[in-house]
């Protein structure tokens, strides 16, 4: 795959992914989505109302760098559909950042959120930055000066962001405190994943990882797997990947692989999470893990395996490598881990894939408790987030997965059927305002 990184705050056009076929997110998003429609003989009206997004902000970000010089970021917001409710997503901070991700993701949160039925349309932002050259305070000063670009259409019941890639509890903190000071008072429902002493929700940290293992395990009992010895690949070894690694290793599942953007580790006996999780702490990533052997990145995706779970980033299973992967389910923890094209050759190899607006739901659903949480000023125990989470990851699966018998199709083909007659079905009813 073409190295997209570009330099440390250098502006491109924030277009570019427009001129990279496979790779290009929202057009992977909307082959799916034009497979989806015409199964389900989408009206026209609703059909190209749905394949644009509501609103796209691009904002300039002026910042002063800790050297004394002004560096100018770009930051975008996308409100894809907001018909179903308060537009929800995360906020990224990442050198390759493009509209065409933003609006891919802000689509696929709002199939997201209707596929697990939570009352939440979709939106996504981003900040084109490398912050792990950035220090706290630069890293600070460009979420404020972002979160005040895009105040206009913050709120609770408007938009509502989320941690995504390089962007965790603190950040939402800071972005919660900024539009906290511009209204005046302080409303924690502006955001969701925010530190638990701030009206962040229990469990909501570990809910990404968590909603795969589930239905991971529904996946495997559907297909007459055991869970305990299953063998696990997982790509990337951040809140997603290592929490879902811990789980499924709790169920009884032999993660054999991991890997974070350093490199992996092979270890056929058995990796122990927990040791990797607290080897991570400690050095920041897995360089010099040492348990089992080095293996690349690329390489650990082809592993013999009964689950690979890619927790990582968009495309890394494409046309090139998808006829040579050998796990029988594919999870997919990141958001577009698998292009379009790559689709069709997994399911002629008879691939099990549980689609990302599935497989990664259990994160915006947490943050649907933290939301509902803070609103009733209510807050409800761990075991309760956990419960509820089940009910209805577990809910989801079975629904998409009888869609998927009825209409013939695949996993990723029934949870866009679902998602979208949902969306529409509210479109529908609410008509169009004039
Ligand atoms: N960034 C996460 C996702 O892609 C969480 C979004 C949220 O909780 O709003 O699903």
Redesign the pocket.
């Given at each position: 795959m073409a190295d997209l990184r570009l330099p440390t705050n250098s502006i491109v056009h924030p277009d570019k992914d427009r001129f990279l076929s496979e790779v290009n997110p929202f057009e992977a998003m909307m082959a799916r989505f034009d497979r989806a429609a015409e199964l389900l003989d989408l009206e026209p009206g609703i059909y190209k109302v749905l394949r644009n997004p509501e609103k796209t902000i691009i904002v300039s970000i002026p910042v002063m760098m800790d050297s004394g010089e002004v560096e100018v970021f770009t930051g975008i917001r996308c409100l894809y559909n907001t018909s179903r409710g308060p537009a929800?997503?995360?906020?990224?901070f990442a050198p390759n950042v493009s509209i065409d991700e933003v609006k891919a993701?802000a689509a696929?949160?709002t199939w997201?959120?209707a596929v697990v039925n939570i009352p939440?349309g979709g939106?996504?932002g981003g900040v084109i930055c490398d912050p792990l050259k950035m220090s706290m305070g630069e890293l600070e000063r460009v979420t404020r000066r972002y979160t005040s670009a895009i105040i206009s259409t913050l709120g609770p019941d408007s938009d509502?962001?989320?941690?995504?890639?390089n962007t965790n509890e603190r950040v939402m903190a800071w972005v919660m405190d900024t539009y906290s000071m511009h209204v005046g008072h302080t409303v924690n429902a502006v955001t969701?994943?925010k530190p638990v002493a701030m009206g962040g929700s229990l469990g909501?940290r570990e809910?990404?990882g968590r909603g795969c293992m589930l239905t991971t395990r529904e996946a495997l009992a559907h297909l007459g797997m055991p869970m305990k010895g299953a063998t696990v690949v997982v790509q990337g070894f951040g809140n997603v990947g290592s929490i879902a690694a811990e789980l499924m290793q709790a169920e009884g599942c032999k993660i054999i692989a991991i890997s974070d953007r350093t490199g992996g580790w092979v270890h056929r006996k058995g990796i122990d999470v927990k040791h990797a999780m607290a080897y991570v702490q400690e050095h920041t990533t897995l360089e010099g893990y040492g348990v089992g052997e080095p293996i690349a990145n690329e390489a650990l995706l082809e592993l013999e395996c009964d689950v690979l779970l890619p927790a990582a980033l968009e495309n890394v299973i494409t046309t090139k490598n998808a006829a040579n992967i050998r796990a029988k389910v594919v999870c997919e923890g990141a958001?577009g881990p698998t292009t379009a094209g790559a689709d069709a050759i997994l399911d002629e190899k008879g691939v099990f894939v549980i689609p990302?607006i599935l497989a990664?739901?259990g994160?915006?659903?947490?943050?649907?408790f933290?939301w509902v949480q803070n609103r009733g000023g209510y807050y409800w125990s761990e075991q309760v987030v956990n419960d509820r989470l089940k009910e209805i990851m577990v809910n989801a699966f079975g629904e998409v997965l009888k869609l998927s018998s009825q209409h013939k199709v695949n996993m990723r083909t029934a949870s866009y059927m679902l998602s979208i007659s949902r969306v529409s079905m509210v479109h529908k009813l609410r008509g169009i305002y004039a």
């Open positions: 929800k997503g995360g906020i990224r993701l696929w949160m997201k959120c939440f939106a996504k509502v962001p989320a941690p995504d890639v969701t994943g909501r809910a990404t958001n990302d990664n739901a994160g915006v659903t947490v943050s649907y933290e």
